[in-house]
C-alpha cells in the first residue's frame, strides 16, 4: 500500500548515487535513543476497503432528511457547476501563489472574490478568506485593538453563542477585557451580528454612528445570503464586516473546512489580517495579480504580524466566488427573497407555538413550543426531518425554544408537511 | 484574462429558481440594501469557460513538480476527495453534535474523529489529539493557548516563549498573539540548536521553547532530547512544530523525544491537498502534562457508542465544532490506506529522494550546511549572486522549465537561500529532470546570465511590479 | 556620507534641530535597506513620545519596520505628502522624506546619539 513509485532497483540505484548503502544510513542523524518507541498502526488496507469502510460510516449520519437546521450553518442549493469547476486539478492541487507568474489563476480568482465581497458588503476591502465565521471574530477583535488601541471589547447579544465562546478562549492569554452589552464608550469595538443569532434583523445604523462618536469600531458578523436583500455593512456604517461563508456554496462538511469572509474600510486596509490579492502589470504593461501587503505577515513581520493566519480557506472562497458568479445580480436576490418568503409562510403555520421574535427576521426563527424542543426534534427525525437546533443545548434558550431555519431549497409541500408534523409530536 | 466582471451582459442568468410558492414576504425598506450587489451577470457556459481558462494559468502538482521546501508538497490522493464526496459526511450538519437528541444521527462521523485522533495520537508518540484547529498556524494557537492554561493553572507567570531564528514565522506569531513574549535563539553555524544557547536564554519567565525536527534546514536538531529535559527541569514546556513531520514517521516520534504539545499538518504529512492556500486542517497532540486542558467538546467512546463531552480543565471551544472535518475524512484514507509500513516507508522514500536531489546538486550549488540532509535540501545562491543572479532569478527560470520553484528566501537565516523537497510520491525520472534543469540553470549563470534575469518568458505574465500594487492598492473592481 | 547638521541612531532614524524643532527621518542607507518603500505609517499630532518608543511604522514590499522616536518629545507637525507618495523616503530621505516633528524635547537626549562620522562607522559594521 504505497503511493511511492519508485521500485526496489530504483531506490538502490538512488542510493549508489548518494553513495550510501541502505535507506537507513540516510537516517544516521537520528540517534538510536531516540527512536521510536512505538509503532502499533493497523496494515494498510486497499484502495477498495478503505471506501467499503468510510461508505459505511458515512451511511451511519442522517442523511435523506429535510433540514430545518441552521444556527450559522445552512442547507442552501449548491449548483452543479460549483462542484464542476472547483474539483479541477489546477485550483485544489496549487500551492498558495507565492509564484505569481505560474499561479495566475489563483491571483485572479482571489482578485475576483475580494471584489464579490466588497460589492455584497459595500465596504472597500476584502481579504483573501480567514479560517471561518467564528475565528473571524477573534481576527476581527484583533484588529479593532490594533487600530484603537483600546482593550476592551464588547458582545452584543445578538452575537452567536458559539462565536462568543471562541473569542473568550483565544483571548484568555491577552489582557483585553470582554464585556456583554451594547455601550461603546472607552471600548475597541462592539461586535453586533445581524441577523442575530434567533434571527432578528436590526438596524444598527444608529449604534455605528454611537460607536464612532465614541472613537470605537462597529463589528458586524453578516449572513451572506442575507444581504441578497438587507441593508449592507456599508450602508451601516459597519468597519469591520465579518461572515460565515458556508451559505455560499460551500457543503455543511460536519463543520469544515468553512470560509471565514473579512471586509473593511479603506482607512482600516492595513490593519486587516490575511492575505490580500491586487492588481499591478508587468514590464510589458499586461495586467497581472499578486499578493500585496505581505510585510504584515507571519512570515515577514513574525511576532509584530497582524495575525498568525498562514494557511486560509482559498478553495471555499474559489467556491464562493463561483456560487456567487453563478447566481449573479439577480439570482441572489431571489434565493434571499425565497429563504425570507418560505421562512414567512413556515411562522404562520406554527401557531401552535409561540414565536419568540418581536421584530422582523430574515429566514431563521426561534419558538417556544408545547414540548421539550430536544424530544420534539428527536421524533421528528424519524419523519424525516431534521426539526431545528433546541436552543438549550447552547444554554441560548428554555428546554422548549427552537431555532428554525429556512432555505430556498424547501418547498411548501415541505414546509407544510413539517409544520403538520411538528404539531403531531407537540400534542 | 478578461475579469468576469468585465463579459458581464446586463439581464444574462446563469441559475434559475422554481417561481416561488408560497406569498412573497417583503421586508421594510428601512432594513433593506438600496441596490442589489453588483455581481456579474453570465450564462452558465461563460463561467464554466470563464474558470476552467483560469484553471490553465495554475501550476498544481496534478500537471507540474511542485520541489516547494517545508510545503511537502506530495500528490493528493483521488481516493480521498472520493471519500469525501460522500453525502454521508459532506452534507451532515455539525449543530447534530449540539444536541445530545441528535448524537445517534451521527455516529459514522463521531467515529471517524476518533478514529483519526487515535491514528495520530499512536503516529506521533501523543496521548490525545484534537482535530480542532483549523489550520497549522491554529495549531500552535491552540498549543500555545494550551502552555498558558497549564501555567496558568499552576499559578506561575511565566511568559516567554523561545522560538530558534530558523522557525516558520508563524511560530513567533503565534505566540505572540496567544499573549506570550518571544526570545530568538541564534542557531549554530551548523543549522542546529545548541544546548548551549537555549541555556544562556534560560530564566524563570521562560514559558516553553518551540522547535520544528527535523528544523527548517532539514537538519535533525541533535541536542533535541537534552533542549526538552532542560525545560522540563525548569517546569517549561516543549512544543512541536509539525511541518517537518514527513521525515521522521515511523523513526522517531515528537513524543519519545520529550515533546509536549505539538500540531500536524494534515495538509504536508497525510496529503490532504493545499487547495491554493488552504483549508490546510492543525490537529494538536498533546502529551501529558497538558491532555487535561484540551479544547473541548471532545468525542469520546461512551456506553451507547459515542458521545461529546468536556473536559473539567478544558480551555474551550477553538472552532466551532470539529475544525476541518472534511480533512480529517481525507487524511484518515490516506493512512489507512498507507497503514504502519506504508506510513514509514513514505518518509524514508521523502529523505531519499531529497537527498537524491542533493547528490546531484551539490557540486554545482553551495550547500547550505554540511550535515546530513533529511526530507529537504538547503543550498545558498550566493556564488551566482555574486555573478548577479540571484535566488530569485533561478526560481523563475525554473518556471520556464515546466517545474514550480523551490522556496526561496527562507529560512531566514540561509542567504539567497534555495530550499528544495520532492516528497516520496516523485518518480526518480521527475527528479532527475528537474536537477538537470538546475544543472543548465547553472551553466547559464556564466554563459547567458541576462536570459536567467528576465524570466519567465512563457508564462502568461512576466514578473509583476510589487511595488506598484503596493502603493496602488487596487484590490477589488 | 551622512549630513553633518543632524544626530543618528543605531535603529537608524535622523533628527535635525532647528528653532527648538526636531525634525525626525530614517537615514538613506535604511531607506536602500528596505527597498521601494510602498507606505508610511504615522504618529497622531499631539502623541507624547518618550525617547525610544515606537512611532511610526514604514514597509516595502519585502519587509516592515518600526521607526521609533530618537528623542523624547510632542509631535508637532507630520509630513502628510508620504501618505501619497512613500517614495520621498528612498529619493529625499533628508529633506522632503522627512516623517515627522517633535517639540519640548529635552536637548540633553541629543547626547546619547550618534554623530554624522559614528554612524558613518556604525553603518560601515553593520554592512560586513
Redesign the interface.
Known amino acids: 500500500m504505497t503511493w511511492v513509485p519508485s521500485t526496489a532497483a530504483e531506490r538502490d540505484a538512488m542510493l549508489s548515487v548518494i553513495g550510501v548503502q541502505t535507506i537507513d544510513d540516510l537516517f544516521a542523524s537520528v540517534p538510536a535513543e531516540l527512536r521510536a518507541k512505538s509503532w502499533a498502526l493497523p496494515a494498510g488496507i486497499s484502495e477498495m476497503a478503505v471506501r467499503a469502510r468510510l461508505e459505511k460510516w458515512a451511511a451511519r449520519n442522517a442523511g435523506g432528511v429535510t433540514s430545518f437546521l441552521g444556527g450559522g450553518a445552512y442547507d442552501h442549493f449548491i449548483p452543479a457547476a460549483v462542484d464542476a469547476l472547483t474539483s479541477r486539478s489546477e485550483f485544489y492541487t496549487a500551492y498558495t501563489p507565492y509564484q505569481p507568474e505560474c499561479s495566475q489563476g489563483t491571483l485572479q480568482s482571489i482578485y475576483e472574490y475580494q471584489s464579490a465581497i466588497c460589492r455584497l458588503t459595500g465596504l472597500d476591502y476584502a481579504n483573501a478568506s480567514l479560517y471561518d465565521g467564528g475565528t473571524a471574530v477573534f481576527e476581527a477583535t484583533t484588529m479593532a485593538v490594533r487600530l484603537t488601541r483600546r482593550t476592551r471589547i464588547v458582545c452584543h447579544a445578538s452575537l452567536n453563542p458559539i462565536y462568543r465562546s471562541m473569542l473568550e478562549t483565544h483571548v484568555a492569554n491577552l489582557d483585553l477585557e470582554l464585556v456583554d452589552g451594547e455601550s461603546p464608550e472607552g471600548a475597541a469595538c462592539v461586535i453586533v451580528q445581524n441577523p442575530g443569532f434567533l434571527g432578528d434583523i436590526e438596524d444598527f445604523t444608529a449604534l455605528a454612528e454611537r460607536c464612532h462618536e465614541e472613537g470605537a469600531l462597529l463589528v458586524m458578523s453578516f449572513y451572506p445570503i442575507s444581504l441578497g436583500l438587507l441593508k449592507t455593512p456599508g450602508e451601516i456604517g459597519v468597519d469591520i464586516a465579518i461572515a460565515e461563508g458556508q451559505c455560499l456554496g460551500v457543503p455543511l462538511n460536519f463543520g469544515g473546512p468553512w470560509l471565514g469572509i473579512m471586509a473593511t474600510r479603506k482607512e482600516h486596509v492595513r490593519k486587516m489580517p490575511g492575505r490580500i490579492a491586487a492588481a499591478t502589470e508587468d514590464a510589458q504593461g499586461r495586467r497581472g495579480f499578486v499578493l500585496t501587503l505581505q510585510a504584515r505577515e507571519q512570515h515577514i513581520r513574525r511576532e509584530k504580524a497582524m495575525s498568525n493566519i498562514c494557511s486560509n480557506e482559498a478553495l471555499c472562497a474559489l467556491r464562493a466566488l463561483v456560487y456567487l458568479t453563478l447566481l449573479g445580480k439577480e439570482g441572489l436576490r431571489d434565493v434571499a427573497r425565497h429563504c425570507h418568503s418560505k421562512a414567512e409562510y413556515l411562522k404562520k403555520r406554527l401557531s401552535f407555538a409561540q414565536i419568540l421574535n418581536h421584530g422582523p427576521t430574515f429566514n431563521e426563527f426561534a419558538v417556544r413550543l408545547p414540548r421539550n424542543a430536544e424530544e420534539a426534534a428527536d421524533a421528528l427525525v424519524s419523519r424525516g426531518f431534521l426539526a431545528g437546533l433546541p436552543l438549550a443545548s447552547l444554554g441560548a434558550g428554555e428546554p422548549n425554544d427552537l431555532l428554525i431555519a429556512v432555505t430556498e431549497r424547501r418547498t411548501r409541500e415541505e414546509l407544510d408537511a413539517f409544520a403538520h408534523a411538528l404539531e403531531e409530536v407537540c400534542n | ?1 478578461q ?3 468585465e463579459k ?1 451582459v446586463p439581464g ?6 422554481d417561481p ?6 417583503v ?2 425598506a ?5 441596490e ?7 450564462g ?1 457556459l461563460d ?2 469557460r ?3 481558462r ?11 513538480f ?1 520541489p ?1 521546501g517545508s ?1 511537502t ?5 483521488k ?1 480521498a ?3 469525501a464526496a ?17 448524537w445517534k ?5 463521531f ?2 474523529i476518533h478514529e483519526t485522533e487515535q ?1 495520530l495520537a ?2 506521533a ?1 501523543m496521548k490525545d489529539v484534537t482535530l480542532q484547529p ?5 495549531g ?2 491552540t498549543g500555545t ?1 494550551l502552555m ?2 497549564y501555567h ?1 493553572d499552576r499559578g506561575s507567570k511565566k511568559d516567554t516563549i523561545l522560538i530558534p531564528d530558523s522557525a ?3 511560530n ?9 513574549k ?1 526570545l530568538e535563539i541564534p542557531s549554530h553555524e551548523d543549522g542546529t540548536l545548541r544546548l548551549d544557547s537555549v541555556k544562556a536564554a534560560m530564566n524563570d519567565s521562560v514559558a516553553g521553547i518551540m522547535m520544528t525536527c527535523p528544523n527548517t534546514h532539514g ?2 536538531e ?1 541536542a ?2 537534552e533542549i526538552a529535559d532542560l525545560m522540563h527541569a525548569n517546569d517549561a514546556l516543549v512544543y512541536y512544530d509539525g511541518a517537518n513531520l514527513n521525515a ?1 514517521m ?4 515528537p513524543g ?2 520529550g515533546f509536549d504539545v505539538m500540531h500536524y499538518n494534515l ?1 504536508k504529512t497525510f ?1 490532504t ?8 486542517s492543525g490537529p494538536v497532540g498533546v502529551g501529558e502534562r497538558l491532555a487535561p486542558y484540551l ?1 473541548g467538546p471532545r468525542v469520546v467512546k461512551g456506553e451507547d457508542g459515542f458521545e461529546l463531552r468536556n473536559l473539567e480543565k478544558s ?13 480529517a ?1 481525507r487524511a ?2 490516506y ?12 518518509s ?2 521523502a ?3 531529497a ?2 536531489i ?3 546538486l551539490k557540486h554545482v550549488y553551495e550547500p547550505a550546511f554540511d ?2 540532509f ?1 526530507h529537504e535540501c538547503v543550498f545558498t545562491a550566493v556564488p551566482q549572486a555574486k555573478k548577479g543572479v540571484r535566488a530569485l532569478d533561478i ?2 527560470a525554473l ?1 520556464d522549465r515546466g517545474f ?2 523551490p522556496t526561496v528566501y ?1 529560512p531566514l537565516t540561509v542567504k539567497e537561500s534555495l530550499m528544495i523537497e520532492p516528497t ?5 525520472e521527475t527528479m532527475d529532470e528537474f536537477c538537470d534543469a538546475m544543472l543548465e540553470i547553472a551553466e547559464a549563470v556564466d554563459s547567458d546570465p541576462e536570459s536567467l534575469r528576465e524570466a ?1 518568458k512563457t ?19 | 556620507m551622512f549630513p553633518k547638521d543632524m544626530k543618528f541612531t543605531k535603529d537608524h532614524e535622523w533628527v535635525r534641530e532647528e528653532d527648538g524643532v526636531y525634525t525626525v527621518g530614517i537615514t538613506a542607507f535604511a531607506a536602500e535597506q528596505l527597498g521601494d518603500i510602498t507606505y508610511v505609517e504615522l504618529p497622531e499630532v499631539g502623541a507624547e513620545m518618550e525617547q525610544g518608543d515606537s512611532a511610526a511604522s514604514v514597509e516595502s514590499v519585502k519587509a516592515a519596520s518600526d521607526v521609533y522616536a530618537p528623542v523624547g518629545g510632542r509631535v508637532c507637525d507630520i509630513n502628510h505628502d508620504l501618505e501619497s507618495a512613500p517614495e520621498l523616503v528612498n529619493q529625499d530621505p533628508y529633506e522632503q522624506g522627512w516623517f515627522f516633528r517633535l517639540e519640548g524635547v529635552r536637548p540633553a537626549q541629543l547626547k546619547t546619539l550618534l554623530d554624522a562620522d559614528a554612524y558613518e562607522k556604525y553603518v560601515g559594521e553593520q554592512e560586513h
Open positions: 484574462m475579469l468576469s466582471y458581464s444574462r442568468r446563469a441559475i434559475a429558481l416561488l410558492d408560497v406569498p412573497e414576504a421586508l421594510p428601512a432594513l433593506c440594501r438600496k442589489p450587489a453588483a455581481l456579474p451577470e453570465l452558465e463561467v464554466v470563464h474558470f476552467t483560469l484553471s490553465k494559468l495554475n501550476f498544481g502538482i496534478d500537471s507540474h511542485y516547494l510545503c508538497m506530495k500528490y493528493n490522493p481516493l476527495e472520493a471519500v460522500l453525502s454521508g459526511f459532506a452534507h451532515l450538519h455539525p449543530h447534530l453534535s449540539t444536541s445530545p437528541a441528535f444521527h451521527c455516529q459514522g462521523a467515529e471517524l491514528w499512536e503516529i508518540g483549523i489550520a497549522g498556524a491554529h500552535e494557537l493557548l498558558a492554561a496558568r516558520h514565522g508563524t513567533p506569531a503565534s505566540a505572540a498573539i496567544a499573549g506570550f518571544v537538519l535533525f541533535p533535541v532530547a521522521i515511523g523513526i522517531a516520534r519519545d523525544l495538509h496529503a491537498p493545499h487547495g491554493m492556500g488552504g483549508p490546510g479544547p480551555i474551550g471551544r477553538v472552532a466551532a465544532f470539529f475544525g476541518n472535518f472534511m480533512m475524512v484518515y484514507a493512512m489507512s490506506h498507507l497503514g504502519k509500513d506504508g506510513l514509514r516507508q513514505a524514508e522514500n529523505v531519499l529522494n537527498n537524491y542533493f547528490a546531484q550535515l546530513p533529511m526560481a523563475k518556471l514550480h520553484a527562507f516520496e510520491t516523485e518518480s526518480r519567465p508564462m502568461p505574465v512576466g514578473r509583476l511590479d510589487e511595488v506598484r500594487a503596493a502603493r496602488q492598492l487596487n484590490c477589488a473592481c
